[in-house]
């Protein structure tokens, strides 16, 4: 299992980088104004530095502006452990072809197998769909995301856009293995109040 913190929240981080249970972090422009910063690659150094300092192996930012490829060269430079996030369309595929660091890049807004195929070709790192946003949009999303599967090869699927614990544990039973995990869930999904009664017990035992 390959997990990721899905969010731009430092204080989150800090919270859950002694769990050891997740592989790094990812960002995006919305999770980044979420919370209260500017999208910049000054902002990105920023973020980078504390993220190593909390001991993540990796962090990913995404490109923006009127020049990916410039863009996401400045997002390379930042540091060996960072991934560089490029919409999946056209213009994110030229990039990919011309930074030619595919196993640096996530293909991000991922809402079709064909994006999946795209991303196989490319031989990216990951692909990240967006499951809920795919959900609200077609009932078909999870035969969608099982052609998806059956498709990614080369490149790993990350799973994005959860709304729920419900959906993250029902992805995972069904054999999707990397997930970015938004705040709620990452601060939750191990939590169990039969196994915190359990360790209640075993506490009051010690005592007695």
């Known amino acids: 299992m390959n997990l990721f913190i899905d ?5 989150c981080w800090a919270d859950l980088a002694g769990t050891g249970l997740f592989s790094g972090i990812t ?10 910063l500017k999208t910049s690659i000054k902002t990105y150094h920023a973020l980078y530095e504390r993220a190593i300092e909390l001991g993540y192996p990796s962090i990913q930012f995404q490109v923006f502006g009127e020049d990916w490829l410039q863009c996401a060269q400045s997002i390379a430079a930042i540091g060996p452990e960072v ?6 369309n ?4 030229e990039v990919v072809s ?9 293909l991000t807004a991922v809402y079709s197998d064909g994006q999946v195929i795209a991303a196989e070709a490319l031989q990216v790192a990951y692909t990240a769909p967006y499951y809920a946003r795919l959900k609200e949009a077609t009932n078909e999303a999870d035969e969608i995301f099982d052609r998806m599967q059956d498709i990614a ?28 995990l938004p705040e709620p869930i990452a601060r939750t999904f191990f939590e169990s109040d039969l196994a915190n009664q359990a360790i209640a017990d075993f ?6």
């Open 83 to 88: 991934l560089i996030k490029i919409p999946a």
């Open 7 to 11: 969010t731009a929240n430092t204080e």
């Open 98 to 106: 011309e930074l030619g660091l595919p196993d640096r890049t996530t």
């Open 153 to 180: 090869f080369e490149t790993e699927l990350l799973v994005a856009s959860l709304r729920s614990n419900e959906q993250f544990l029902d992805l995972a039973a069904r054999g999707f293995s990397t997930f970015a």
């Open 90 to 93: 056209t213009t994110g595929f």
């Open 203 to 208: 506490e009051k035992a010690t005592r007695g």
């Open 27 to 36: 960002t995006n422009p919305l999770l980044i104004q979420r919370a209260g």
